[in-house]
């Protein structure tokens, strides 16, 4: 089981993640999982738990400051009450703390879903000490990340089905990293937004799996 560590912030404040450890072995690597709309609650815990069983020391960090939104109306207003400094700080910070830990040899994974996917990709572009980049279902609003300060390895899992956000958006943004020869992966599935959140009417368990698996392929390739 994981537990709740706090984490210090450059402007003196702290944030709260939940950490998982890896035990019986020496870790693979390290990853920050970044949490959907809805903060972080149990199912992101369980994402977290999910890397450390197969090797990778996670940490899933709150951007919400302790909040978790119970329905798609409150996660909506948490998530537009977001500024995106105070996000990215706090990913900052998060790839900071995990690259003091020994195992994760000067490279950080970031995992986001959905709202932590299009932080992540914000993040790729704007953080240095991030190893490779991997986005469900995120795509930043507004403006899309400087493809040309992207170092690391991006991969983005998409549902061709998803109401809120149009397949071709982050398409076309996979596209622009891959004519400026960056290494990047995109996968496009047959389901709809949230499709790793088990338990809910969005998950598809065939398609999850094949995204998890290709997930762990990349972090196990890139932060070695």
Not at 19 to 46: D, I, K, Q, S
Not at 95 to 116: E, H, I, K, P, W
Request: proline share 5%; charged share 15%.
């Amino acid at each position: 089981m994981g537990f709740h560590v706090d984490v210090a912030l450059p402007n003196g404040d702290n944030f709260r993640g939940y950490e998982a450890t890896v035990t019986g072995t020496r870790p693979l690597g390290a990853v920050v999982v970044v949490h959907e709309w809805f903060g972080l609650n149990a199912g992101m815990r369980l994402q977290a738990e999910r890397f450390a069983a197969v090797g990778f020391h996670a940490l899933a960090v709150d951007l919400y400051e302790g909040k978790v939104a119970g329905d798609a109306a409150s996660a909506k207003r948490l998530a537009a009450e977001l500024a995106p400094e105070h996000a990215l700080r706090v990913i900052a910070a998060a790839t900071d703390y995990m690259n003091r830990q020994s195992y994760a040899a000067g490279r950080v994974g970031l995992a986001g879903f959905c709202l932590g996917g299009a932080i992540a990709l914000a993040a790729a572009s704007e953080l240095d000490g991030i190893g490779a980049t991997v986005t469900f279902c995120g795509m930043p609003p507004g403006h899309q990340p400087d493809v040309e300060r992207i170092r690391a390895p991006v991969m983005g899992h998409y549902g061709v089905r998803d109401p809120l956000l149009p397949v071709a958006q982050p398409q076309a943004l996979f596209a622009k990293l891959a004519a400026a020869r960056k290494p990047a992966l995109f996968h496009a599935y047959d389901a709809g937004h949230a499709f790793m959140r088990s338990g809910s009417q969005s998950y598809h368990a065939a398609m999850a799996a094949l995204a998890w698996q290709r997930t762990l392929g990349l972090f196990r390739e890139a932060l070695a």
